[in-house]
């Protein structure tokens, strides 16, 4: 009898446990869809009228100076 009560419970604990990792999942998969992560980051975005520098433009107005032996 006493063997009876320890198995049933122990299944209610594993049965309350997996009901709060699956609560706990909903709040967490629900926080992730209310995040936007397709927004650019705020240090990436450029101001208006600047734009990406290409390195071409940059590699030919260089000019090389010195002598390499």
């Known amino acids: 009898?006493?063997?009876l009560i320890t198995l049933a419970a122990?299944?209610?604990l594993i049965a309350?446990?997996?009901?709060l990792i699956h609560r706990l999942n909903e709040q967490y998969d629900a926080r992730i869809a209310a995040y936007h992560f397709s927004?650019?980051?705020p240090a990436i975005s450029?101001?208006?009228g600047h734009?990406?520098?290409s390195s071409?433009?940059?590699?030919s107005s260089r000019r090389l100076?010195?002598?390499w032996l």
């Open 39 to 41: 927004d650019p980051f």
């Open 65 to 67: 100076t010195g002598i």
């Open 56 to 59: 071409t433009g940059q590699a």
């Open 10 to 12: 122990g299944a209610l």
């Open 16 to 19: 309350l446990g997996m009901r």
């Open 1 to 3: 009898m006493e063997t």
């Open 46 to 48: 450029r101001p208006p």
């Open 51 to 53: 734009g990406h520098h």
